[in-house]
């Protein structure tokens, strides 16, 4: 289970036992501040805890450091290939900066060291199926999940031989079984704190349910001590799926923990739009982990959400609110926000 | 893998090395015939093999053999307590049912048992987490799991005993830890086929990730045969998302395998709106399994999607259209629709 080793990323612990943590990476370019920092705001408000940011030039250094000050989270900056970009990161208060070492020179690679040392900064590396090379898949004999792993090693040779171990390791690719296999591989052979993910997943439930599998596998064993789920759409639907997910594993219980039944031909209401009104009139703050059922029916639904600290099922002529199974209240469909909201506002 | 002996519902082969089959639930009361046809096509144009309905009463024996003679897929009745009802559901063409042995009486399950020996049918049993009683709890001890576990089993013994093995198993419940550990068990105890599922899983995406996050960690250990993503919400959403499971880990592939990336800092187009723009150009009958990518950039975008047998990535003035990496063509924005049409009609 989780990592041997950990690392703090600006008081972030990442590994050894810590929290799996929630990370996601801005989409708004570091040139529109404000418009990043509106971004920040939004993921730490959905759980969000690292946010990487791609800096791809050494001219955006002013914006860079205007973002670390201002954001309510510890930012990781996204280098593709010179090592003195990862340098000016640190320079602008970054604590972590994501690079490929193979990418930066023997020369370039011993000074960004010297720089993550001084600073107290992680480095994370890690492949990525897209960028495999034609020589690293040949070598693997056309296994990608191998492929990826030896990237990492590649990778990870230089840092070790520096005796550089804040390090964070990653192997991602769109496949979900390539990638499981690649962080089977890579949680038994290191110590070091695994970032876990699906890469370009895709959008909408498609999208989610591509990182729900990948992710699902890998954490229902412990594996990953921080997580990306890496959607196309807004970034803070990448932090509430993360969510969704760890939920469904009960490694963390942030939010609401939703139970509605399909409906099926017993259903005595629309089921669909009743969890839609019931959703909507669910206050922020509720405490998390509490679980939110709405039913079909008044038969089975009480019995089957009998674990739910609130619930509701539809009846003839209205519905019944219950609680952990017992009925607590019942009243006509129009009558639903006000009985609900009265429960609500005494303690759950 | 998979269940060591098979089960045939009207030519539907379930277990023994099938592929895993996708499964739904009428929401569309049997009393609505032409409702529950409409539902049934939708379904089945959507993948769905297997489909279930809820039999609540005898008077609806004309209704049930309507749906039987109309239905493109075979149909299971779900019946709750009286085993006459069950025998009427084979009298009226159904091939299988799912019942509770518990529920039926002695006398009346060997009449059952008689009837579908007679049919060739299939009886389903199966232990849900909200039906589980106070004393098979206590026996476990509390352990909702070994709960459901021995719930299975209390329904199996007499069918076990008349020597019926035309059965399918399921153990579910709306915990996803509780359902694996429940049918990790089932499937190295029982030779039977599973069906597996996480009930009440809720709507939307939340519902989405929940179901592919429990079945993503049963499949991937070939554990279930035969599944349902039970949502709160359209009933060919179900079928689609258990495709989505189930080409998020190459078991099955039906549809179109969709990458797409976050987009980042780096990205050259609005990835979204680009990906909802291909998404509808898309049309009907392309092959299953085909990779389609909508990358963000043409720096990264053909390379990290080198697998893809279409894709598009971002640049400054438009696109340009890639297969397996290489370019087949580039445009501007406003010829996407002509390009990708053109693209499309010769051979992929």
Excluded: W
Aim: proline share 4%; net charge neutral.
């Amino acid at each position: 289970m989780s990592s041997v080793k950990s690392v703090n990323i600006g008081g972030l612990k990442i590994g050894g036992g810590a929290p799996v943590r929630v990370e996601s990476m801005l989409k708004t370019p570091l040139e529109d501040v404000a418009g990043c920092v509106l971004e920040l705001d939004g993921l730490a408000r959905a759980g969000c805890e690292l946010v990487r940011v791609a800096f791809p030039r050494e001219g955006l250094r002013g914006e860079l450091r205007q973002l670390v000050t201002k954001s309510p989270i510890p930012i990781m900056a996204d280098i593709h290939f010179n090592h003195r970009f990862a340098i000016a990161a640190l320079d602008c208060g970054c604590r972590s900066v994501r690079i490929n070492p193979g990418n930066m020179g023997t020369r370039g690679l011993a000074e960004l060291i010297s720089a993550a040392r001084a600073n107290g900064a992680v480095i994370r590396i890690g492949s990525n199926g897209g960028s495999l090379s034609a020589a690293q898949l040949e070598s693997a004999d056309g296994d990608r999940a191998a492929a990826l792993v030896a990237a990492v090693e590649e990778q990870l040779l230089p840092l070790a031989s520096a005796g550089f171990e804040d390090v964070v390791i990653s192997a991602k690719s769109s496949s979900v079984p390539q990638t499981t296999r690649a962080n089977f591989i890579l949680s038994q052979r290191y110590p070091f704190p695994l970032h876990v993910g699906i890469t370009e997943a895709g959008q909408g439930v498609g999208g989610a349910v591509k990182s729900a599998v990948g992710l699902g596998i890998l954490l229902s064993q412990g594996i990953g001590d921080t997580m990306r789920v890496s959607l196309t759409g807004a970034s803070k639907d990448e932090a509430e799926t993360a969510y969704s997910i760890l939920r469904a594993l009960g490694v963390r219980n942030k939010g609401i923990n939703f139970v509605s039944c399909p409906g099926c031909g017993r259903r005595r209401i629309d089921v669909e739009r009743m969890a839609g009104r019931v959703k909507a009139l669910l206050p922020d703050g509720l405490p998390d982990g509490l679980t939110v059922a709405v039913m079909g029916c008044e038969v089975n639904g009480p019995k089957e959400a009998a674990e739910a600290d609130i619930g509701l099922a539809g009846t003839q002529n209205g519905f019944v609110l219950f609680k952990k199974g017992k009925t607590v209240a019942t009243g006509g469909e129009d009558t639903l926000e006000e009985t609900l909201k009265t429960f609500l506002a005494a303690p759950v």
